[in-house]
T-cell receptor, first 111, second 113 residues
Framework: DAGITQSPRYKITETGRQVTLMCHQT?????MFWYRQDLGHGLRLIYY???????DKGEVPDGYVVSRSKTENFPLTLESATRSQTSVYFC??????????FGPGTRLTVL | DAKTTQPPSMDCAEGRAANLPCNHS???????VYWYRQIHSQGPQYIIH???NNETNEMASLIITEDRKSSTLILPHATLRDTAVYYC??????????????FGQGTILTVHP
């Protein structure tokens, strides 16, 4: 099916562990994004990518690493998870300047 | 970015039209009006966008006033599944090179049986 998917949908991990959140889109959109959403902060951009092998920081990149070896995949890695990274993470891809399609989200809990 | 103002909440009866207003009195000529919504526990969902002409798609209609200072998103036959937070965003295509989205407080639409 065409669309954007995220995995896992739910993840519980412990402080200090490495976690990778996966994002896959089937449209071949060039731009992809990672956001986190927390109560009181709204949607905040972590990283974005303009194309394969081109990534750049957003508003809150510290503690996160991204890669994009293929157009359709944009994984987000928390190198050493902290409790402050407990959040809902959304991946999105862009078809127009401000037309973005979001995935269903990954709810991450760091204990 | 042009500032937008939306009512914090609205109610609508199922099957009736839901009309969600957005005020953007400082909009400039090259800025588009975008609408997104976020249903509880789901990712934000793009609905529609427009520049100055009215727009319609399978989800909704967007009516932009002639002076472009306000707009209305219309869900013609609201269902319970349309209960969500609706966001009006005004941006110009060249505001940023990558199209970062910033959502304000939005309007909580509650559709009642």
């Amino acid at each position: 099916d065409a669309g954007i998917t995220q995995s896992p949908r739910y993840k519980i991990t412990e402080t200090g562990r490495q976690v990778t959140l996966m994002c896959h889109q089937t449209w071949s959109h060039s731009y992809m994004f990672w956001y986190r959403q927390d109560l009181g902060h709204g949607l905040r951009l972590i990283y974005y990518s303009a194309a394969a092998d081109i990534t750049d920081k957003g508003e809150v990149p510290d503690g996160y690493v991204v890669s994009r070896s293929k157009t359709e995949n944009f994984p987000l890695t928390l190198e050493s998870a902290t409790r402050s990274q407990t959040s809902v993470y959304f991946c999105a891809s862009r078809s127009g300047p401000f037309t973005q399609y979001f995935g269903p989200g990954t709810r991450l809990t760091v204990l | 970015d042009a500032k937008t103002t939306q009512p914090p909440s609205m109610d609508c009866a199922e099957g009736r039209a839901a009309n969600l207003p957005c005020n953007h009195s400082t909009i400039s000529g090259n800025e588009y009006v975008y609408w997104y919504r976020q249903i509880h526990s789901q990712g934000p969902q793009y609905i529609i966008h427009g520049l100055k002409n009215n727009e319609t798609n399978e989800m909704a209609s967007l009516i932009i006033t002639e002076d472009r200072k306000s707009s209305t998103l219309i869900l013609p036959h609201a269902t319970l599944r349309d209960t969500a937070v609706y966001y009006c965003i005004v941006r110009a295509p060249k505001d940023t090179s990558y199209g970062k989205l910033t959502f304000g407080q939005g309007t909580i639409l509650t559709v009642h049986p």
